[in-house]
């Protein structure tokens, strides 16, 4: 096989690292961006190099953000008496999609004796402070781990150690995803959805 | 919904513009590079910078190329008697990857009246100009255009103008394909299988 030219081999191989692009959508980039404009090139090439430009990890929340504290911090127009806590940053937009608009907490994780990250690995200790310093302002902990072994487990523990904090703490609800299909459904959501059903 | 921060933003703009890659995928990849060190953001960065550097269009096949002509075209281990007629260079290293090891011929699309893409828009006078010049040397011209409505009428009207050289020109066989099942085959696929039946 004919060596492909090094510039676009280059391309492919650091696409190819991305998460969700394999070496054939890597290659496919690669001869896409061969066909645009240069300047579409380098505006893609910039804003990858400017990324982390003008960017903090709030010192409050740890989310990303371009002050410190970051823009949901400082904003008065959003709920201050609820704090989400979340695993990764990604979440936050998520949640922000779906029309959250209280505080966030990112604890960078989630508790994996698997993979050797512990309570101490994660920002646990500093939402506890947090959850402790603003107690007259914080009335409820919304817990938004993800619905994993090691997400509840999180969720369990960062529960226990907010109990003696006169807080509500409250978890997500699990059950049927909208649009989803009673027949896929697997066991342990449909009992959930059980477990958790509402008067109509 | 808070506003992300002006530079992940851009980021995934950037890479929501990509084929293949949506505006949760681009999410995913901002993030995912937020994560990675300074030196790794870089490099992709720079990658993409430098995909147009030291690269030419040959003047002989129009395939991408270090050089002009390119490697391929210069290579003395190939078998210059046969050009493969091929829509885009993605299309080279499909069949690189086959094992194909003669000569390319890159047309850069298909006649499409619909989107107003006529001969004249592509290599075909190149083509037929190149063949001629080579007459002593070239035996074969494998049309390799896509199994689309638009690749076939391609194939057919450069076959046409070939006509009058003495040359043979082939087309790729069309069937099923390998891991594939009869079951689930289109019966247009089906049907061209049956017409290429081999005796084994």
Same sequence: chains 1, 2.
């Avoid at 510039?7 to 696409?15: G, T, W």
């Avoid at 953000?65 to 959003?78: L, V």
């Amino acid at each position: 096989m004919a060596r492909l030219p090094k510039s676009i081999q280059k391309v492919i191989d650091e696409f190819s690292r991305l998460p969700g692009i394999g070496p054939k959508s890597a290659s496919r980039i690669a001869f896409y961006l061969l066909s645009k404009p240069t300047d579409d090139i380098r505006q893609l090439s910039e804003s990858v190099a400017k990324l982390k430009e003008n960017l903090h990890t709030c010192t409050k929340c740890y989310n990303y953000g371009e002050s410190d504290p970051c823009e949901i911090c400082q904003a008065n127009d959003r709920d201050h008496s609820s704090i989400c806590v979340v695993e990764e940053p990604l979440d936050v937009m998520a949640l922000e999609r779906a029309g959250f608009k209280g505080m966030y907490h990112v604890i960078g994780g989630v508790i994996s004796p698997i993979a050797g990250v512990s309570a101490d690995d994660l920002r646990i200790r500093e939402l506890i402070d947090r959850v402790r310093a603003e107690s007259d302002t914080i009335e409820e902990v919304i817990m938004a781990t993800n619905p994993t072994l090691e997400g509840e487990a999180t969720a369990v523990f960062i529960g226990e150690q907010l109990q003696n904090l006169k807080i509500k703490i409250t978890r997500l609800a699990r059950g049927l995803p909208i649009g989803g299909d009673l027949e896929y459904a697997d066991e342990l959501t449909l009992s959930r959805s059980l477990e958790g059903r509402k008067e109509v």
